[in-house]
């Protein structure tokens, strides 16, 4: 089935040679062929420019454009935009890939209506320190239609629970509403996606959700965020958690349902943030692990979503209860034994759908 309809797909490239490759034949080789494929190229030191027009040379769908200073895959998806001229704009990046007849199974899920938001499921690969495929993770929904801003926004808190609403590799944007309203990835350490979906869905009116999981997101042991120090981490996640709680207030949809699941996350990070903190590029000695946590307790946030919410799991309950108490030198200790997981038993500790 083709609708006609064209697919803009950008994926920013940077030092991708070993990937790229699969990643661009996984995307030419899509049943539905009305696409163009516009590679950004952010100033790659490795051979991944050669190969970008070495794949516009053998398809007309390829278009390649290389960036003068490496700015970061926010500004290269930014570019791409700015090129693109498709009805719809998606995007994939340069080290995953997608089933051959992923976008066919999406347009016929729409069958010929054009919803202003498209999204779908994702296979999560996660690869050893070999390179070697381990374990796959399904994340998915049931297929569903919304046909109101109102419905639209109601569904969001639940892809949020389901971590797949802060990605922007399972989303298809209508082109016209990213530029008539000027939504673009602003610069950030973590969360980029999940700020252009936030400003995005403002203007969706209609959705459509599929179980489809054909976007493969592979999670390489060396490419780790949690390998990587982020000094404003935390600071980011609350962020992260507080614009959808404005969102909703906004709307005027935050119920009792939206803070459970909203507190839900707060904790997953928060439990990830006491690890982190353990991490010697942190910088932070004893007294400012504790004085860190005594901050956090005080929180008018932390205590407007947090302290009531249902944990869900184990280890967030037992968290969850010592902060209640305010037994700090538990929240550390709690940490401090994750971290240790985290770095010496790397195969035992898995994050699969727990923080993103």
């Given at each position: 089935?083709d609708?006609?309809l ?37 100033c ?9 027009e ?5 398809d ?8 003068d ?25 340069s ?50 239609f ?7 926004r ?14 922007q ?18 610069p ?12 995005y ?17 592979n999670k ?6 949690t ?7 935390f600071?980011?996640?609350?962020k ?26 707060y ?11 353990n ?20 929180d ?15 280890y ?14 538990g ?16 195969g035992?500790?898995?994050e699969k759908?727990?923080?993103?």
């Amino acid at each position: 089935m083709d609708s006609g309809l064209l697919l803009s797909i950008v994926m920013p490239v940077y030092n991708a040679e070993n990937y790229i490759d699969k990643a661009v034949e996984s995307v030419l080789s899509q049943s539905y062929r009305s696409i163009e494929l516009i590679l950004v190229n952010d100033c790659s030191t490795d051979g991944s420019g050669k190969k970008c027009e070495a794949w516009a040379d053998r398809d007309e769908r390829v278009r390649v454009f290389h960036l003068d200073e490496n700015s970061g895959a926010g500004r290269a998806r930014n570019f791409g935009i700015e090129k693109a001229t498709g009805t719809y704009l998606t995007f994939v990046d340069s080290d995953d890939e997608i089933d051959r007849n992923l976008y066919e199974t999406l347009f016929d899920l729409c069958g010929g209506k054009q919803y202003d938001a498209v999204v779908w499921g994702m296979t999560e690969r996660y690869y050893n320190d070999k390179g070697e495929a381990v374990s796959e993770n399904y994340v998915t929904v049931e297929d569903a239609f919304y046909e109101s801003a109102r419905e639209v926004r109601k569904k969001v808190i639940d892809l949020e629970k389901k971590t797949l609403f802060g990605y922007q590799c399972n989303h298809l944007y209508k082109l016209n509403i990213v530029k008539e309203h000027d939504i673009l990835f602003r610069p950030c350490h973590l969360y980029e996606d999940y700020f252009f979906n936030l400003s995005y869905i403002e203007y969706v009116s209609s959705m459509a959700v599929s179980s489809c999981t054909g976007y493969f997101y592979n999670k390489r042991m060396n490419q780790s965020l949690t390998k990587q120090f982020v000094a404003d981490y935390f600071q980011l996640s609350r962020k992260r958690i507080k614009s959808m709680a404005e969102a909703y207030k906004r709307w005027g949809m935050f119920d009792s349902k939206v803070k459970n699941i909203l507190g839900q996350r707060y904790l997953r990070y928060y439990f990830s943030a006491l690890m982190r903190n353990n991490d010697p590029k942190s910088e932070m000695n004893c007294a400012g692990k504790r004085k860190w946590v005594k901050k956090s307790l005080e929180d008018p946030f932390y205590l407007e979503v947090v302290r009531e919410c249902d944990a869900g799991s184990l280890y967030l309950k037992i968290l969850q209860k010592m902060m209640k108490l305010h037994f700090i030198s538990g929240c550390l200790l709690f940490g401090k034994a994750l971290y240790i997981v985290r770095t010496k038993l790397p195969g035992i500790y898995a994050e699969k759908g727990q923080i993103h």
